[in-house]
């Protein structure tokens, strides 16, 4: 659910048992409301699918590796194309299959196509979408996986303080998709409830309520009968969180149902500080890579070691890729991790789901945006590849060329040497390697930096025996220069000359010290949330939502970090809406 900017939380129960019989009844007959006949109808003619099921559900969700999430589109608010992407097509899945993924997760909100009173009936129409987005992605042989999605947040989240209707409406939804899909192949799954969450709770309160929605879910679809009596079905921890006590009151849910069908689901979207480039997280270092193995490590030993099946429904991180936005992670530091991650996942036991909201495929013309990050991705799925400490060499215009250095990390590869483009690089006069260290030559960088134009003047490949070779970039800088500038809390900008450097990150802070901005915590405040560069336009962006949390009247030192070590500092007074800015 992630690239949407909402909270969630909540919980519910039902309309009575005779009205929920009901209720039942005018579904499975197609004569409930809007529901009407469409619904039956398609009912009556599931998908066929080419994918073959393994009888024992470790397997089953084994086979569904790798798998990608068809986001913010069927869960878009209100409507399929609201959050930018065009309708799905059957062509999509054809190219998910194409690209060697095995199952697809269908995100789908329903509270605008469903009557929020009694007996909540969701729109026939919308129903039927479901359904043939569905079907096409079954009729390709993928694994589908089905949910309910940001109603988690919208209306499930207030159980606390709802708990009747929440309940009600949310059984409702499950007895009305149970009576529509009851006949599909078991290459369906459903998904009881997307990052579950609830408003004004003890944690104790919170177990026992989605305790309650994943038992009454189960329920419902079990007795609905057809297909419905052994699907796979996916339950949820608390906001997917793969926390050992949130992993153990899931465990438990599943226990009790002595139910051999069943999978547990948790999402990962990395070590915070990394994930979104806030608090110093610029590098995916020793704790970003601890976080991740800790975390696939609890997911193995609290479920697969004892045969219950992850389908860890979503990885990322919670701001790259975005191409409508400049990279707040540098670009090799998130190779790294979706490196690590793949391998992690494999060791483990553990089978993905890319989310995708539309940074990864274009879903208009059904390309890769970014190619070479698939094919990292990719190619975790099956290997491992060999990467470096850094992917940039940065030479100094002003001074003179010297060696420099970098750290090899093969991954359990091994070396096998420079190239740029198809021209191997002479070792021993081009570079030289000592352990893990590969140093560049002066001679070998005199001749890539050429006239020494500022910016990228070469790009090596490092190639391992086996994987994606590691790219490394060239680059000519000199420290940037910012200048004088005045604005508004609406409206200002640093004059930046960049000269070939790349912004990494921005400390704020006081006179006396203290933290500035609107993340108090740190001194390091978030990439593309508090400041953000323009290459193209020469400025740094200082965002009005930075601007607005200083504290009037007391100037602000700025630290602006880049990547090639160099850090500039700069001032900044903010005067009602006015503000003044100075270089250092």
Known sequence: ????????????????????????????????????????????????????????????????????????????????????????????????????????????????????????????????????????????????????????????????????????????????????????????????????????????????????????????VRSSGGGNASRLLVLPTQGCTPSQTLMDDLSATIGALHDSNLVATVHYYSWYPFSVNVAGGTRYDATAQKDLTDAFGRMHDTFVAKGIPVYLGEYGTLSWPDYTHPDP????????????????????????????????????????????????????WTTRSGTASFDKVFVPKSGPVTAQSLTLNPNGTTFQGLWQGGTQLVAGRDYTVSGKQLTLTAGALTRLTGDRAYGVNATLQARFSRGVPWQIDVITYDTPVLSNATGTTGSFTVPTQYRGDVLATMEATYADGSNAGQTSWTPYQEFNRAFSPDYPGGTIILTSDFLNALRDGEPVTLTFHFWSGATVTYHVTKSGSSVTGTAS
């Open 1 to 220: 659910m992630k690239d949407i900017r909402q909270p969630a939380h909540h919980r519910s129960r039902g309309p009575g048992r005779l009205a929920a019989l009901l209720l039942t009844l005018l579904v499975i007959l197609g004569l409930s409301g809007g529901t009407s006949l469409a619904a039956a109808d398609s009912a009556a003619r599931p998908a066929q699918s080419t994918a073959r099921v393994p009888a024992r559900a470790k397997d089953a969700v084994a086979a569904m590796q790798p798998g990608w999430n068809l986001g913010n589109t069927l869960d878009a608010i209100p409507d399929e194309t609201s959050w930018g992407n065009p309708p799905v097509t059957k062509s999509l899945f054809d190219t998910i299959r194409a690209q060697g993924f095995r199952s697809v997760r269908i995100p789908v909100t329903w509270t605008d196509h469903q009557s929020a009173t009694a007996p909540y009936t969701i729109d026939a129409a919308f129903m039927s979408r479901v359904k043939q987005v569905v079907d096409w992605a079954l009729a390709d042989g993928l694994y589908v996986v089905l949910n309910v999605h940001h109603d988690s947040w919208q209306w499930i989240a207030n159980m606390p303080t709802d708990h009747d209707n929440v309940l009600a409406r949310f059984k409702a939804i499950w007895t009305q998709v149970s009576a529509t899909f009851r006949d599909e192949p078991r290459t369906l799954l459903f998904e009881s409830v997307n990052e579950p969450q609830f408003n004004n709770a003890t944690d104790a309160q919170k177990t026992r309520l989605l305790n309650e929605l994943n038992i009454s879910f189960h329920s419902i």
């Open 329 to 380: 992670i540098e670009r090799g530091e998130g190779l790294k991790y979706f490196e690590q991650l793949g391998y992690q996942a494999r060791v483990s036991g553990v089978t993905t789901a890319l989310w995708d909201p539309f940074s990864f495929l274009n879903r208009s013309t059904l390309q890769w945006r970014d190619p070479a990050l698939f094919a990292w991705i990719k190619s975790s």
